[in-house]
T-cell receptor, first 114, second 112 residues
Framework: DTGVSQDPRHKITKRGQNVTFRCDPISEHNRLYWYRQTLGQGPEFLTYFQNEAQLEKSRLLSDRFSAERPKGSFSTLEIQRTEQGDSAMYLC????????????FGPGTRLTVL | DAKTTQPPSMDCAEGRAANLPCNHSTISGNEYVYWYRQIHSQGPQYIIHGLKNNETNEMASLIITEDRKSSTLILPHATLRDTAVYYCIVRDGNFGNEKLTFGTGTRLTIIP
C-alpha cells in the first residue's frame, strides 16, 4: 500500500495561467475524491469519481475547473485562467467501493496564484 | 448532512487521555459520526466512525450519547504526535452520499 500520491506538491503560477494537478489513488480503490482547503478552514468537497464516471460536482467547481479520470486510475484536476482566489491546498483522496467510510488522503498540492 | 460544533482548540498533557467533544444536535437517524484528523502539512487521516454504539479501534474510542446529539472522541494516552486538527463530521450513510463535509475542527495541542 503505497498511499495516495499527488503531483506536484507545490505550484506557483501567475494569474490567468492554466494549471493541472495529478492524483494517483491507492491501487484498486475505485472511488476518487478532490477537495480544496484554504488557510484555517477544513477541506471542502469539489468532486468525486467512481471508476471513470464523475458522479458528483460541488457548486464550488466553477466552469474554470475540470476533473477527469479517463481510465479509472489516476485523475487530473485542471484550473483554467487561474485567479488569486484559487490559491489553496488541493487534496485528493481515494476509497474502496465496499468501504467508503474511510477515505485515504494524499499530501495535497499547494497552489499559489500571484 | 447535519452541522457539527466543536471547540476551536484544546490542550492535553502528554500521556493523559484527550477527550474531544462534538455537538450534532440535528443528526438524523441514518447519519453516521466520523472523526478525521489533520497533522500539520499532511492530508486528513481517518480515525473512527459510528452510528449509535460506542466504537473502539487501535487509535481511539468514540462515545455517542444515547440521543445521538453529541459524541466524544477519546485518545487514551495522548502523545506529541497526536497534535493535530480533529474534525467531527456527520454524513448520511446511504450509498452514493460520498462527500465529507468538514468544519473548522478542534486544534488539539499535546503539552510535554
Amino acid at each position: 500500500d503505497t498511499g495516495v500520491s499527488q503531483d506536484p506538491r507545490h505550484k506557483i503560477t501567475k494569474r490567468g495561467q492554466n494549471v493541472t494537478f495529478r492524483c494517483d489513488p491507492i491501487s484498486e480503490h475505485n472511488r476518487l475524491y478532490w477537495y480544496r482547503q484554504t488557510l484555517g478552514q477544513g477541506p471542502e468537497f469539489l468532486t468525486y469519481f467512481q471508476n471513470e464516471a464523475q458522479l458528483e460536482k460541488s457548486r464550488l467547481l466553477s466552469d474554470r475547473f475540470s476533473a477527469e479520470r479517463p481510465k479509472g486510475s489516476f485523475s487530473t484536476l485542471e484550473i483554467q485562467r487561474t485567479e488569486q482566489g484559487d490559491s489553496a491546498m488541493y487534496l485528493c483522496a481515494s476509497s474502496r467501493e465496499l468501504n467508503v467510510n474511510e477515505q485515504f488522503f494524499g499530501p495535497g498540492t499547494r497552489l499559489t496564484v500571484l | 448532512d447535519a452541522k457539527t460544533t466543536q471547540p476551536p482548540s484544546m490542550d492535553c498533557a502528554e500521556g493523559r487521555a484527550a477527550n474531544l467533544p462534538c455537538n450534532h444536535s440535528t443528526i438524523s437517524g441514518n447519519e453516521y459520526v466520523y472523526w478525521y484528523r489533520q497533522i500539520h502539512s499532511q492530508g486528513p487521516q481517518y480515525i473512527i466512525h459510528g452510528l449509535k454504539n460506542n466504537e473502539t479501534n487501535e487509535m481511539a474510542s468514540l462515545i455517542i450519547t444515547e440521543d445521538r446529539k453529541s459524541s466524544t472522541l477519546i485518545l487514551p494516552h495522548a502523545t506529541l504526535r497526536d497534535t493535530a486538527v480533529y474534525y467531527c463530521i456527520v454524513r448520511d450513510g446511504n450509498f452514493g452520499n460520498e462527500k465529507l463535509t468538514f468544519g473548522t475542527g478542534t486544534r488539539l495541542t499535546i503539552i510535554p
